[in-house]
Each structure stands twice: as structure tokens, then as C-alpha cells.
């Protein structure tokens, strides 16, 4: 096994998401370490054209997969794909985003190559010729850190946002197309389609600033001026537990311990008293701004900034005030 690192870059809509930047930051750091070189494989359709994407942060190889048996996302087809390459390269780690595919993804994969697996990751380090992971447990109330032993491929699942996206060197790599060597009628199940949210936003995953509300948002209609306020900073909506199970909002919006795991430049909750179990999921943003008219709800012991009063007034005069601003 050698000190190389092999990034996946996941695309969605036929772009390459923006957390391939972040995990070209991230084998930087272990590459600086192992002395290695960093190699990136992009499947799905347009991964050709995204590969110049990477290739100017200074990737050595970016292998392309782009056919019909890619064309659309299958946890058997593209484990086949990352699993044969890690083989051929003998790449000693893997990075992946820790999203819905980079989790599906890299679980499989890691099986089929013998490997061992380190999920949602927020740091990387290199010491005593080892790489070190740091990932929070306990809902975020600690951190641990993580180091392989044995000498089998490590994948790593980054969460978005948490590392800086790396910055380009000129430097352009070379791309390679390749077959994706699998039969499609072997392929037990096949995403056929993705709908995007409602509005076009971003998932609240990668956003950079996300509008949360909460129960106190009383009806799904009212969701239109948190809407408004992410729009104008071309943000997501999120939603607490409270809000989707009262049918405010829909499940894939809702931020917390069951629900989605955010780490946002900008977080603005709404309404949101600020239960342990919603803090779980956004406690790590970088600004965290509480609107609530209870001046003791616990959201305001985490909140860099608080407002207290109520939304639907504050909310309003906030967006109107940005406007003027932008």
C-alpha cells in the first residue's frame, strides 16, 4: 500500500459538488505526511467536463467513468468502480464527502477492498507517519481522534464545511477516461432520478447560510418569509423536529440529531427554543444568530448574536434591511 491519496468527487446535476475542493485540502494535509501524490475519480455523467475542476488544484490523475452503466447512481455500480481503482493504484487513503452518497458509497467500497472506515471526520492531521482523524461523538459534545493501524486503505467521509476548499496551483493533471466495467444487468438498484428541493436552494448540508424555523413558524405558509431571507443571501431553509413532524416543513430540510448535520458560515434559527437534540446538528456553525421572543430559551447560550422577539416581526424588518444593504 502506498502513501497516495485518491479523492472522489461526487457530482450532482452533472456539476461537481463543491466539497471535492475541501477533500483536495484535506489529502494535501496527508500527502504532506506520506509523500504521496494525490489522485481523484469522478463517475457519472459530465465527470469530463468537471474533471478540469481538479485537475487545476494540482491532481496527478483524474480517472473519468462516464457511461451507461454510471450514467445514474447505484451503490453496487459505483462500489465496483472506486473498489477497482483503489485496487490498481494502491492508494493508502480515500477521501469522501460525508454525504448521502459519500456515506452509502464509501461503506461499500471499504468492504470490498478489506479496508477500514473513519465517518463524518471534521479534521485531518499527520502524525508519526500516520494521518489523524478528529470526529465529534456524543452529539458534538466531544471530539475524538482517530489513527489506522494494520496497513489497510483508509477511507475518510468529510463533512461539508469544515475544511477550507484548496486552493488552485496551476499545476494541471492529467485525465484519463475508463470503462466502468460492470454489467448493468447485474445492478440490483439504480437511482433513477434526485428531485431537488422546492425553490432550487442548496442542501442545507453545504450551505452557507442557512434560515431555520421552528414551531413557533405556527403554519407551513409562514415558511415564505424564511424563503425570502435565504434567497437574498442565496441560502437554505432548514427546519427543527418540531416544525417537520407539526408538517411545517418536509424531513429533508430538518436539522438535528435525527435529522441533518449542518456546519454553515451563517445559522439563523427562527423560533427554535434550542433543544439539545436540535443543537446536536447545527452547534458547530461558524455565526450562529437566535430569533426568539422567550428571552430564556437555551438556542441563546449558543448563539453568537440574539434577537428577542417575535419572528414574524423581526424576520420581515431583517430581510428589508439586507435588501437595502445588498
Known amino acids: 500500500m502506498t502513501g497516495d491519496i485518491l479523492v472522489f468527487g461526487e457530482i450532482r446535476n452533472g456539476e461537481l459538488k463543491k466539497v471535492a475542493r475541501e477533500l483536495v485540502y484535506g489529502a494535501r494535509t ?28 494540482g491532481v496527478r490523475n483524474i480517472a473519468v467513468v462516464d457511461d451507461e452503466a454510471t450514467a445514474n447512481y447505484s451503490s453496487e455500480g459505483y462500489a ?34 478489506d479496508g477500514v472506515m473513519f465517518s463524518d471526520c471534521v479534521e485531518l492531521g ?19 481522534e482517530i489513527a489506522p493501524t494494520g496497513g489497510r486503505p483508509v477511507f475518510i467521509t468529510i463533512r461539508p464545511n469544515n475544511l477550507p476548499p484548496a486552493e488552485e496551483t496551476g499545476d494541471g493533471g492529467e485525465v484519463t477516461a475508463r470503462g466502468a466495467g460492470i454489467d448493468l444487468a447485474a445492478i440490483r ?4 432520478e434526485i428531485a431537488p428541493l422546492a425553490g432550487g436552494r442548496p442542501d442545507v448540508t453545504e450551505a452557507d447560510v442557512i434560515i431555520s424555523g421552528g414551531r413557533a413558524m405556527k403554519d407551513a405558509s409562514n415558511f415564505k418569509i424564511l424563503e ?3 434567497d437574498l443571501l442565496g441560502g437554505a431553509v432548514g427546519a427543527s423536529r418540531a416544525a417537520v413532524d407539526a408538517g411545517f416543513a418536509e424531513q429533508p430540510l430538518q436539522v438535528g440529531q435525527t435529522g ?11 423560533g427554535i427554543s434550542g433543544a439539545i437534540q436540535h443543537l446536536a446538528g447545527m452547534r458547530t456553525s461558524k455565526v450562529i444568530v437566535a430569533i426568539n421572543k422567550d428571552s430564556n430559551a437555551p438556542i441563546f447560550e449558543k448563539a453568537h448574536y440574539g434577537i428577542v422577539g417575535n419572528l414574524f416581526d423581526v424576520v420581515p424588518v431583517l430581510t428589508e434591511e439586507i435588501r437595502k444593504i445588498l
Open 260 to 270: 441533518k448535520v449542518v456546519n454553515p458560515k451563517l445559522y439563523i434559527a427562527c
Open 80 to 113: 465496483t468502480v472506486l473498489a477497482d481503482l483503489v485496487r490498481e493504484g494502491d492508494y493508502g487513503y480515500i477521501l469522501l464527502g460525508a454525504t448521502a452518497m459519500g456515506r452509502d458509497l464509501g461503506a461499500r467500497a471499504v468492504a470490498k477492498v
Open 126 to 144: 499527520f502524525e508519526d507517519g500516520a494521518c489523524i482523524a478528529r470526529r465529534p461523538v456524543y452529539s458534538g459534545k466531544l471530539y475524538v
Open 228 to 230: 425570502d431571507l435565504a
Open 189 to 192: 438498484a439504480i437511482a433513477t
Open 30 to 57: 496527508i500527502a504532506a505526511g506520506t509523500g504521496g501524490s494525490i489522485d481523484a475519480l469522478i463517475v457519472g455523467t459530465g465527470a469530463e467536463t468537471e474533471a478540469a475542476k481538479l485537475a487545476s488544484l
